[in-house]
């Protein structure tokens, strides 16, 4: 599985951005799709997953209400969408795909991974 990301840029505070996120490759295998970020000097952290069994979407509390999560109808894509973004939010944003297995915030629950995007929050 190869996991195509795309979308990150610099913005300022109360700016919306969108990161999408495109799978190829041994598609059947995944069960959910995810995004984790890493801020500088930090651990990466969970942000948002959809299970496609349940067609469910969960959210880290610091980006609920802010960020929405969904999937690209005629592929196996999710897109984030990016509201209200705060300086906080800055960080390389990462895809994640896997089998629905394991504990979805946790990054050993991920078989496969992209390479990353650049999220910049500027006040």
């Known amino acids: 599985v190869q996991l195509a990301e795309s979308g990150g840029g610099s913005v300022q505070a109360g700016d919306s951005l969108t990161l999408s996120c495109v799978a190829s490759?041994?598609?059947?295998?995944?069960?959910?799709m995810a995004w984790f970020r890493q801020a500088p000097g930090q651990d990466r952290e969970f942000v948002a997953v959809y299970v496609w069994s349940n067609m469910s979407t969960y959210y880290a509390d610091p980006v609920k209400g802010r960020f929405t999560l969904f999937r690209d109808s005629g592929k196996v894509a999710v897109s984030l969408a990016m509201n209200n973004l705060v300086p906080e939010d800055t960080g390389v944003y990462y895809c994640a795909a896997g089998l629905n297995r394991g504990q979805h915030s946790r990054e050993e629950s991920y078989a496969y991974w992209g390479k990353g995007t650049l999220v910049t929050v500027s006040t």
């Open positions: 490759g041994r598609i059947f295998s995944i069960g959910r």
